[in-house]
């Protein structure tokens, strides 16, 4: 069964979910979102689930033996979930890559895992780049600056939102500057990208953090910039939202795809 690429289950059921089964039609079906783990709280109507398998617990679902599990939730499903998931052997890919700045769960995911033979593997999200971050890193990589642009309404709900007045901002304003930790702690909701970037590259102390809320911007825009032994690497990305989430961009949705192909490839290219 661990070979059976349409015994998939996800956790959660949202646009991250909808998009990875729109993709799977159009490439084929060779792959299948077959089960969902949903608690109660949250869950979905079956008329929404179009043949889906519905679990609100992690027992039975485990006792389903999915080939793999995927996270499409939160940050408290990765909490809650993988760490059960892991022992039992079966491989999770995750998507609340943020919920990894918190060490004490990445000790325990890491624990888990080890226990079950099995694999945690994070998505590259919204981000990219992340493979030059960890192939140069050994050689040593002196700095790794991050910086998200956003507009205005994006930080609603945020610190900036206190600190100042966003609906009237008529110039791009820097409404953070620190370090990755910091980022990721007070601004849970740009935590997936900060943290990815600080994983693969000089850890979360390490790596330099501006958020920026731009009046004019009409995307979500990421730029990092790397220097180390290897030389120097800047890349950037204009990132569309995914159609049915506005907070989720397309290419987060994609990279889940992209984590679940390669998992089942032979060859890994
Ligand atoms: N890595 C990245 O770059 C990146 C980018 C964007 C979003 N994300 C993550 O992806 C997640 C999903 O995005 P989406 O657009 O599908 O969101 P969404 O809100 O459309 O869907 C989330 C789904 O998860 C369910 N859910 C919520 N809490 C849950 C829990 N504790 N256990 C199980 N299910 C739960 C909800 O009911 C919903 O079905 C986000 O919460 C975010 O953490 C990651």
């Given at each position: 069964m661990r070979?059976?690429?349409?015994?998939?289950?996800?956790?959660?059921?949202?646009?991250?979910?909808?998009?990875l089964q729109a993709s799977f039609r159009r490439s084929g079906d060779h792959f299948g979102v077959a089960a969902t783990l949903v608690p109660m709280e949250f869950?979905?109507?079956?008329?929404?689930l179009g043949g889906v398998r519905?679990?609100?617990?992690?027992?039975?679902?485990?006792?389903?033996?999915?080939?793999?599990?995927?996270?499409?939730?939160?940050?408290?499903?990765?909490?809650?979930f993988v760490p059960a998931l892991?022992?039992?052997?079966?491989?999770?890919i995750i998507v609340s890559v943020g919920s990894l700045s918190d060490k004490t769960l990445l000790d325990s995911l890491e624990a888990a895992?080890?226990?079950?033979?099995?694999?945690?593997t994070a998505v590259s999200g919204a981000i990219g780049g992340l493979d030059v971050l960890r192939s140069?890193?050994?050689?040593?990589?002196?700095?790794?600056?991050?910086?998200?642009?956003?507009?205005p309404n994006a930080w609603t709900g945020t610190p900036a939102a206190d600190a100042v007045d966003l609906a009237s901002l008529s110039q791009p304003t820097v409404i953070f500057k620190g370090n990755a930790e910091q980022a990721a702690r007070l601004y849970?909701?740009?935590?997936?990208?900060?943290?990815?970037?600080?994983?693969?590259?000089?850890?979360?102390?390490?790596?330099?953090?501006?958020?920026?809320?731009?009046?004019?911007a009409t995307t979500n825009l990421h730029r990092v910039v790397a220097?180390?032994?290897?030389?120097?690497?800047?890349?950037?990305?204009?990132?569309?939202?995914?159609?049915?989430?506005?907070?989720?961009?397309?290419?987060?949705?994609?990279?889940?795809?992209?984590?679940?192909?390669?998992?089942?490839?032979?060859?890994?290219v």
């Amino acid at each position: 069964m661990r070979n059976d690429r349409r015994r998939i289950a996800v956790i959660g059921f949202g646009a991250m979910v909808r998009s990875l089964q729109a993709s799977f039609r159009r490439s084929g079906d060779h792959f299948g979102v077959a089960a969902t783990l949903v608690p109660m709280e949250f869950a979905p109507a079956p008329s929404e689930l179009g043949g889906v398998r519905l679990f609100n617990d992690v027992a039975e679902l485990i006792d389903w033996h999915p080939s793999l599990v995927v996270e499409c939730a939160s940050h408290d499903a990765v909490r809650d979930f993988v760490p059960a998931l892991l022992q039992k052997g079966i491989d999770t890919i995750i998507v609340s890559v943020g919920s990894l700045s918190d060490k004490t769960l990445l000790d325990s995911l890491e624990a888990a895992a080890t226990k079950g033979g099995s694999r945690l593997t994070a998505v590259s999200g919204a981000i990219g780049g992340l493979d030059v971050l960890r192939s140069a890193r050994s050689a040593g990589l002196s700095s790794v600056a991050y910086t998200g642009t956003k507009p205005p309404n994006a930080w609603t709900g945020t610190p900036a939102a206190d600190a100042v007045d966003l609906a009237s901002l008529s110039q791009p304003t820097v409404i953070f500057k620190g370090n990755a930790e910091q980022a990721a702690r007070l601004y849970p909701k740009n935590a997936n990208v900060t943290a990815a970037i600080a994983l693969a590259g000089i850890g979360f102390d390490a790596t330099s953090v501006v958020l920026i809320a731009d009046p004019n911007a009409t995307t979500n825009l990421h730029r990092v910039v790397a220097t180390g032994a290897f030389g120097s690497f800047s890349i950037e990305l204009q990132n569309k939202p995914l159609p049915d989430n506005p907070k989720t961009s397309l290419l987060a949705a994609l990279s889940i795809e992209e984590a679940i192909v390669r998992h089942f490839r032979a060859i890994d290219v």
